[in-house]
């Protein structure tokens, strides 16, 4: 009897065991996900029309399995991110407040990202159209008050008031949608195992002797010519050496490409005059681009004696022919750049 309850005891242990192990094993991360996939998520911070503008961040709400009784794909957890493209508050005599994200990408705890091109189901009870948010408005009861007598002083005195605000907390739920199936991005792939060389050195090498040189009379040489300055791109950047992201086709008159400043100080990218991104230094970003012809132009910050000055910066395409890559600047004399994560030069 007392075997038996040994045994009852260990077989248990041994399974709560493997069952612990089971859930802390890092999930392999799905090649696809499907069209048509819904995704609830809530916003990490409250967004307000007029105010709010830029990258945004975005926390899935319920964990996203494929099938039934299967591990979830997207936990919950995941952050997805997106970046507000127009944020307009209410006017003053007509025009309700206005509010649209792109959505680009959802990273899951286990660091698998996907590119993403979603359309906006819902967002709490404000009305969409052509995945913009509306805010409320008042038309019809601005209009009564303002043509019933006793409060007709009142509305007028109200007009350089503007319409009600919109504003969505960290408990709106917010619905998208994949429109296209969008795959594992490059950066999150397993690299492939580099191929063992073949090793051509001879068995053997024969021992090889060495001559004396006679020696040589000392000349004086006279001191190289001073190098004029030219453009750096200070020390290496880590992000040159990291997959390229691919683009992301939406529609058929937008694409998502990539920008990498490959720099170390921050910069300012845009297009025709209007911007479309800030690069951290040694950062990348999957940015819209229209269709048709432009002109693409890049300037640095940096520092200098009397505050900050913008430099232009040069920008190529790059190796896969995908997106452009931020290069040079040229940077003042006395300037060290430090890259993200470098060590400071001892003195």
């Not at 007029?50 to 996203?64: E, K, L, M, R």
């Not at 300055?229 to 390229?244: F, H, K, M, Q, S």
Request: glycine share 6%; charged share 15%; hydrophobic share 40%.
């Amino acid at each position: 009897m007392k075997t038996f309850l040994v045994r009852l005891v260990l077989f248990v242990f041994m399974s709560a065991l493997a069952e612990a192990a089971a859930q802390q094993a890092p999930a392999a991360c799905e090649p696809q996900l499907p069209a048509g996939l819904v995704i609830r998520i809530i916003s990490d911070a409250p967004l307000k029309a007029g105010t709010v503008a830029g990258p945004v961040v975005f926390t899935v709400d319920s964990d996203i399995a494929l099938f039934r009784n299967s591990p979830a794909t997207i936990p919950r957890g995941a952050k997805v991110f997106g970046r507000v493209v127009n944020s307009r508050k209410a006017g003053r005599i007509h025009g309700t407040a206005q509010y649209r994200i792109v959505f680009t990408s959802i990273l899951t705890p286990n660091r698998c990202e996907y590119p993403l091109g979603a359309d906006l189901l819902e967002a709490g009870r404000f009305h969409l159209q052509d995945n913009t948010v509306i805010g409320p408005g008042n038309a019809w009861r601005d209009a009564f008050l303002l043509l019933f007598p006793p409060t007709t002083i009142y509305q007028l005195i109200r007009i350089p008031a503007r319409g009600p605000d919109l504003v969505m907390n960290e408990e709106t739920p917010i619905a998208i949608k994949l429109k296209t199936s969008v795959a594992l991005a490059d950066a999150a792939r397993p690299a492939p195992a580099p191929a063992p060389r073949a090793n051509t050195a001879p068995a053997t090498a024969p021992p090889q002797t060495t001559t004396p040189l006679p020696a040589q009379p000392e000349t004086s040489r006279a001191p190289a010519p001073a190098q004029p300055a030219a453009a750096v791109t200070g020390p290496p950047c880590r992000l040159a050496d990291e997959p390229i992201r691919s683009p992301i086709y939406y529609a058929s008159s937008r694409v998502w490409r990539p920008l990498r400043n490959l720099t170390p100080y921050p910069v300012v990218v845009t297009i025709n005059g209007s911007r479309i991104a800030n690069l951290p230094p040694c950062g990348s970003e999957l940015v819209a681009i229209p269709s048709g012809g432009f002109r693409l132009q890049a300037k640095a910050s940096l520092p200098s004696s009397d505050g900050q000055k913008e430099s232009p910066a040069e920008m190529e395409l790059n190796p896969v022919g995908t997106g452009w890559d931020v290069l040079k600047v040229a940077e003042p004399a006395g300037i060290k750049p430090t890259l993200p994560g470098a060590r400071p030069p001892q003195r």
